[in-house]
C-alpha cells in the first residue's frame, strides 16, 4: 500500500516569515494529493490539492508543488500568521478511493 | 446541511466493554472512512466503505468492526475494548475529491 512521510514534524515560524513542509509518497500510481489543516481540538479541512497532471498550485499565501518523478510534494505557506498555527496533514491517494496521510506538522507562528 | 454528524463525542469506557460510534452525512456522498489519530501518528484509517451494503479493511483494522446498512450511516464497532484503542476517531466522507470529516470523538479506555 501507500506509504507518506512528512517533515519536519514540528516548525517554527516567526510571523510574516514563509514555511515550507515536505512529504514523499511511495506509490507511482497515485494521483491526488490534498493538505488539511487541523486548529486544536478540531476536525481536519482541506486547505488545498493537487493532482498528478499539475505541478503546482496556488491560492492567496498557500501554494503546492509537486515533483512526479521524484514523488515528492510541498506546501508552501507565506507571510505566516499567528493564525496560520495548526497541524497540517499532507495525504496522497492511490487506487481509487483511499487517501494515506503523514503523521503531520505542528507549526506554530509567533508574533 | 449538517454535513459530517459524529455520534457520541466523549465516552469512557472500561476495557472489555462493546460500544457502537455512528457517522452520519447528509451530502449524499458514496465513500465513508473511519480515522483514528494518535498523538505523532497522524490519522491512520481502519475501515471504509465505497457504497451502500460495502466495507473494507483498512491499515489498523484490528479490534474493530464496521457497517455500512444505509449510504448515509457508517457505524464502528468495539467488541470487547482495550487501552490501546484510547485515541480520537475520525468519520469521513467523499464522493469527489475533498474528504469532509466529523468532529471527532474522543474514547477513552480504562
Known amino acids: 500500500g501507500e506509504n507518506v512521510e512528512q517533515h519536519p514534524s514540528t516548525l517554527s515560524v516567526q510571523e510574516g516569515d514563509s514555511a515550507v513542509i515536505k512529504c514523499t509518497y511511495s506509490?507511482?500510481?497515485?494521483?491526488?494529493f490534498p493538505w488539511y489543516k487541523q486548529e486544536l481540538g478540531k476536525r481536519p479541512q482541506l486547505i488545498i490539492d493537487?493532482?498528478?497532471?499539475?505541478g503546482e498550485k496556488k491560492d492567496q499565501r498557500i501554494a503546492v508543488t509537486l515533483n512526479k518523478t521524484a514523488k515528492h510534494f510541498s506546501l508552501h505557506i507565506t507571510e505566516t500568521q499567528p493564525e496560520d498555527s495548526a497541524v497540517y496533514f499532507c495525504?496522497?491517494?492511490?487506487?481509487?478511493?483511499?487517501?494515506?496521510f503523514g503523521k503531520g506538522t505542528m507549526l506554530l507562528v509567533s508574533p | 446541511n449538517a454535513g459530517v454528524t459524529q455520534t457520541p463525542k466523549f465516552r469512557v469506557l472500561k476495557t472489555g466493554q462493546s460500544m457502537t460510534l455512528l457517522c452520519a452525512q447528509d451530502?449524499?456522498?458514496?465513500?465513508m472512512y473511519w480515522y483514528r489519530q494518535d498523538p505523532g501518528m497522524g490519522l491512520r484509517l481502519i475501515h471504509y466503505?465505497?457504497?451502500?451494503?460495502?466495507?473494507a479493511k483498512g491499515e489498523v483494522p484490528d479490534g474493530y468492526n464496521v457497517s455500512r446498512l444505509k449510504k448515509q450511516n457508517f457505524l464502528l464497532g468495539l467488541e470487547s475494548a482495550a487501552p490501546s484503542q484510547t485515541s480520537v476517531y475520525f468519520c469521513?466522507?467523499?464522493?469527489?475529491?475533498?474528504?469532509?470529516f466529523g468532529q471527532g470523538t474522543r474514547l477513552t479506555v480504562v
Open positions: 451530502m449524499n456522498h458514496e465513500y
Open positions: 495525504a496522497a491517494q492511490s487506487g481509487y478511493s483511499t487517501l494515506t
Open positions: 506509490d507511482s500510481a497515485s494521483n491526488y
Open positions: 469521513a466522507s467523499r464522493t469527489g475529491a475533498e474528504a469532509f
Open positions: 466503505s465505497v457504497g451502500e451494503g460495502t466495507t
Open positions: 493537487i493532482r498528478s497532471n499539475v
